[in-house]
């Protein structure tokens, strides 16, 4: 995993403003279907509504899955895609990457960055790498544990939040959660050891996703956020799609610590997957 860090002046008043785009599953062709839904077009109508929002944002993330068939161009066309957005976009892997192609496609090119500890005024941003290569599930490996503890030490004073693919609690979807983080109930624990740890957030899911996490200082926020595509049932024992629309995330990092966050979904229903699936 690459380690490098960006410090951001803190452009939105008294807090950071971020956007957190996950699981695009775009093709090499623009074409490409997943279930039915063209994904380059429903991530372009995700980004036009982010753009329509004209929130006064910070940076995006992008945590993972934004190849679908691990071709160089779905990564071209991603940054095609939000590069209107006027805003650097950090990124993380997930299973359906394949992370040494990713960083080579992703990280030249403008509005992409690579680094993965950013850095405003009264927070830090860690990304990490929870992918296990050719395997869904994902798992936390000591070199990223290291890493935290590092960006903790280096600036304790400021406020974290972690973001990473994989969803480090089940969440009640029988057949999703065989593909969660293997080691998420030690990773919660060894990152609640840090007062300085206010949230948690992920992709991979497909859903939306608000809990709390009681941490041994105070209580962790646990977000997961809607793909820019298909969306998954929620609490269902076996694989099934949602009706819902794409939708992103925002995330308001406040100066206090706290956080405050709303998910949008595009309107109407443009986006309807097939329904008679077992799998993608």
């Known amino acids: ?38 994904t380059n077009d429903s991530l372009n109508a995700v980004v036009a509504l982010i753009a329509k929002n004209s929130h006064q944002t910070d940076a995006l993330l992008a945590t993972g899955d ?26 993380s892997p997930g299973n359906h990457d394949e992370w040494q192609m990713m960083q080579t496609q992703l990280a030249a090119s403008a509005p992409m960055a690579s680094e993965n500890q950013i850095i405003f005024d009264n927070w830090q941003i860690l ?30 004073e400021k406020h974290v939040l972690i973001a990473m ?6 969440v009640d ?49 646990m977000l997961a956020s809607p793909s820019t595509c298909i969306q998954f049932t929620p609490r269902s024992n076996h694989f099934a799609l949602d009706g819902l629309q794409p939708g992103y995330r925002l995330l308001e990092l406040k100066a206090d610590g706290s956080i405050y966050s709303t998910v949008y979904r595009v309107q109407g229903d443009r986006f309807s997957p097939e329904n008679e699936v077992s799998g993608y």
């Open 1 to 38: 995993m690459r380690q490098a860090k960006i410090h951001y002046p803190t452009k939105s008043e008294n807090h950071v403003c971020i956007v957190q785009i996950t699981d695009t599953h775009l093709f090499g062709e623009p074409t490409g279907e997943l279930l039915g839904v063209n």
């Open 66 to 91: 934004i190849s679908q068939d691990y071709t160089p161009q779905s990564y071209q066309n991603f940054i095609q895609s939000i590069s209107g957005l006027q805003a650097p976009c950090h990124f």
């Open 127 to 156: 990304l990490l790498n929870s992918t296990i290569p050719k395997k869904p599930s994902g798992y936390i490996e000591d070199s990223e544990f290291a890493f935290i503890e590092r960006a903790i030490h280096q600036h304790p």
């Open 165 to 170: 693919h994989h969803n480090p609690v089940k």
């Open 173 to 221: 979807c029988k057949w999703l959660d065989q593909h969660w983080l293997q080691n998420g109930d030690e990773f919660l624990q060894r990152v609640s050891q840090y007062s300085q740890v206010k949230g948690l957030l992920w992709g991979h899911i497909h859903q939306e996703f608000d809990r709390t996490f009681e941490g041994q200082h105070h209580p962790i926020r």
